[in-house]
Structure formats: structure tokens, C-alpha cells
């Protein structure tokens, strides 16, 4: 086999293990903590997520029930999203 046929087929590969990698996860549970300084809430199920610098903490509110849309950065769990569940 050539270069040519390989190379390829090895992009197109590399590009699929990156997208699946940095793919948005989700999950819901109930806020146990907050912590502005660290910019992070702890859930009830004791997971740690990092939330934007900008984010509006005021629209959270311990014992209250959220969605939250995240990647995994290394051993962190970065917060896209944060939403309040009706």
C-alpha cells in the first residue's frame, strides 16, 4: 500500500477519535455546594463541575435540581451549561 491510499484513511480516522473524545456530556443532580472563588458547584453525588469565569452564580441555588451539559478536560468535568430543572 501506498502513502497516498493509507494517509487518508488515517485523517479521517484521527478526526473521528477527536470528535467522539470532546463530545458534550450531560447529567442532572442536585446542588450540594457552591464555591464562586473556585468557580465550581459540587453535586449531591459528590461530582465536581468547573463552570465558566463569567457565570452567573446567582442563578443557582443550593438544593436545587440542574442539568448540566459538560466535557472532560484531563481529570476535570468543564461546565458548558447549567440549567435549573422545573
Known amino acids: 500500500m501506498t502513502v497516498r491510499r493509507i494517509l487518508p484513511g488515517l485523517l479521517?480516522?484521527?478526526?473521528?477519535?477527536?470528535?467522539?473524545?470532546?463530545?458534550?456530556?450531560?447529567t442532572t443532580g442536585v446542588v450540594k455546594s457552591i464555591d464562586q472563588a473556585k468557580d465550581d458547584i459540587v453535586l449531591q453525588s459528590g461530582e465536581t463541575f468547573t463552570l465558566p469565569t463569567k457565570f452567573n452564580f446567582?442563578?443557582?441555588?443550593?438544593?436545587e435540581t440542574v442539568k448540566i451539559t459538560y466535557v472532560k478536560q484531563?481529570?476535570?468535568?468543564v461546565?458548558?451549561?447549567?440549567?435549573a430543572m422545573k
Do not use: H, I, Y
Not at 12 to 26: E, K, N, W
Open 12 to 26: 479521517v480516522s484521527t478526526l473521528f477519535a477527536a470528535s467522539a473524545l470532546a463530545a458534550p456530556l450531560s
Open 74 to 77: 484531563g481529570n476535570k468535568m
Open 79 to 83: 461546565a458548558s451549561k447549567v440549567e
Open 58 to 63: 446567582k442563578k443557582l441555588k443550593v438544593g
